[in-house]
């Protein structure tokens, strides 16, 4: 690029990308480009501006009052560039194109993959992106158009439908060994705000718990391995025939069940079959998800 050639988008979204990571070989995995590559354009951008817009520390890139302005332009344009796409993606007349699903893995194998499996052969025309993600995605930027999510408040921000509660229990290997102090683990600190992190800690004492993770997933498979007991959502809980619930539901644990959307996306055809398809086939699964049908129970130890 010579000195006179103007900035273009590339330009704004490798500087932002740098921004945004603090590292320019951070920058250049997220863009799909090589280290080298990211050098030498941020010096090409540079010389375009006849100015520096990044400070170069051992810890890595600080954008200058320059670098700060480019970056804000960046993520404005980024902005725009996204609701065009809502607003386009919005306009279509029939479920056609690619949908972009997420969800925490806790909800993929058994949940959503079948579902998504009998939406497609529904709906040909329309091909999945299933991102598996514990945190939420930005669906203001279209990183996803759909996610099925777990909580107790949707975020402002987004538009869709209750579809279930969500019940929790404790359980424990049916053959595990009985003792007066069981072994506990528990979802970390990290996630729900640290509320499962709370209850865990307040049934069991901080001693007694040995193994704390950060998905529902990896809970399940560590209480099905006998390593300790601890508190499952009943869907999980109940469908594996090696656990049993310690005692009854939980209701300080209890959530809802959320399909959720942008507001611009809302009426495309894609998202609006994905989720009135989702909403039907998960309405037959809200004895699972509230925990009505309950196995056996044993008293807690």
């Not at 404005?76 to 919005?90: C, I, L």
């Not at 996306?265 to 004895?287: N, S, Y």
Request: aromatic letters at 6%; charged letters at 20%.
């Amino acid at each position: 690029m010579l000195a006179k050639d103007p900035l273009a988008w590339d330009d704004f979204r490798l500087v932002k990308a740098i921004a945004d990571r603090g590292a320019l070989t951070h920058a250049a995995a997220h863009l799909g480009i090589n280290h080298s590559t990211a050098f030498r354009r941020l010096q090409q951008i540079e010389a375009v501006l006849g100015t520096a817009l990044f400070e170069r520390h051992r810890t890595g890139y600080v954008p200058t009052q320059a670098g700060e302005a480019m970056t804000a332009a960046a993520a404005r344009m980024e902005a725009d560039v996204a609701g065009f796409g809502r607003a386009v993606a919005g306009r279509a007349q029939t479920p056609a194109g690619l949908l972009r699903i997420t969800a925490a893995a806790g909800f993929v194998a058994e949940l959503l993959v079948p579902l998504v499996g009998r939406f497609l052969v529904r709906h040909p025309a329309v091909r999945a992106d299933l991102v598996v993600a514990e945190e939420a995605l930005n669906l203001s930027r279209r990183d996803a158009d759909v996610a099925l999510r777990a909580g107790l408040d949707p975020p402002p921000n987004l538009v869709g439908r209750r579809l279930s509660g969500i019940a929790w229990a404790v359980y424990g290997r049916a053959d595990r060994p009985r003792g007066p102090a069981e072994s506990w683990v528990g979802l970390s600190d990290s996630v729900a705000g640290g509320r499962f992190a709370r209850f865990v800690r307040a049934r069991a004492g901080a001693d007694r718990v040995v193994l704390q993770l950060n998905t529902v997933m990896g809970l399940r498979e560590a209480i099905a391995a006998g390593i300790g007991v601890g508190p499952l959502p009943c869907y999980a809980g109940d469908a594996d025939p090696s656990l049993c619930r310690l005692g009854g539901v939980e209701a300080e644990l209890g959530a809802d069940l959320w399909l959720l959307t942008h507001p611009d996306l809302r009426h495309a055809p894609r998202v609006r079959a994905f989720m009135d398809f989702a909403a039907e086939a998960i309405a037959g699964m809200r004895p699972a998800f509230e925990g009505y049908a309950a196995p056996g129970q044993e008293t807690q130890s």
